[in-house]
């Protein structure tokens, strides 16, 4: 059974700083890793797929890396914002099964 | 494009009642799925379905059912509501090329 894992579970910073967030899973062999922003009460808004044949994916100021062998994932926001405070969720699939972590939460202080 | 589509938004149900949650997509996608939230738990799948006329049990299936007649709809019912139904409940889909998922916003269920 795939167990994916969020470090940290709550993460402050003030403006400008950039934001690193860790996402591991315990089976190697998935088909895609997800990484996925939640406003409180809201659904779902996906931010980058990074294939299971991909390193990395670049999307504005995220960055995502995927290392398949060490079953690590790692998020990175560059020059945070307010309005990237949220909770940010990774998946990995595995058959077209998504497996969530708990999700980081994030707060950017003005 | 509408995307993916939930309703209810939010639901009241007392224990021992049934339900469907519907969900639509408009994107021509293969997969729809249905998952669960609950606080500090993550999220859940509950039953999947890689087409019309197919489906599986995820997770958590005990307590719902589904069914998948067309490539846009796939409800979720729940036959006989309990209190640990309660939950958010998201509905996705996603291409089976890319497997990329896309949620709806959600159907927020109390059952008391």
């Known amino acids: 059974k795939q167990e994916v894992t969020q470090i940290p579970a709550a993460l402050s910073v003030p403006e400008g700083e950039n934001l690193v967030l860790n996402c591991s899973f315990t089976?190697?062999?998935?088909?895609?890793l997800q990484w996925f922003r939640q406003d409180p009460g809201k659904g779902l808004t996906s931010l980058l797929l990074?294939?299971?044949?991909?390193r990395e994916q670049t999307s504005g100021r995220l960055n995502a890396s995927l290392d398949k062998s060490s079953g690590r994932s790692t998020l990175y926001i560059a020059a945070s914002q307010p309005g990237d405070s949220a909770t940010y969720l990774c998946?990995?699939?595995?058959?077209?099964?998504?497996?969530f972590g708990a999700g980081t939460t994030v707060t950017v202080r003005a | 494009n509408a995307g993916v589509t939930q309703t209810p938004k939010f639901q009241v149900l007392k224990t021992g009642q049934s339900m469907t949650l519907q969900c639509a997509q408009d994107?021509?996608?293969?997969?729809m799925s249905w998952y669960r939230q609950d606080p500090g738990m993550g999220l859940r799948l509950i039953h999947y379905?890689?087409?019309?006329?197919?489906?599986d049990q995820g997770e958590v299936p005990n307590g719902y059912n589904v069914s998948r007649s067309t490539t846009e709809d796939f409800p979720l019912r729940l036959l006989s509501a309990a209190p640990s139904q309660t939950s958010v409940y998201f509905c996705?889909?996603?291409?089976?090329?890319?497997?990329?998922?896309?949620f709806g916003p959600g159907t927020r269920l109390t059952v008391l």
């Open positions: 996705a889909s996603s291409p089976l090329s890319s497997n990329e998922q896309f």
């Open positions: 089976d190697s062999a998935i088909y895609n």
């Open positions: 990074i294939q299971s044949s991909q």
């Open positions: 998946a990995v699939s595995n058959d077209y099964k998504l497996s």
């Open positions: 994107m021509n996608h293969e997969y």
């Open positions: 379905s890689v087409g019309a006329g197919i489906t």
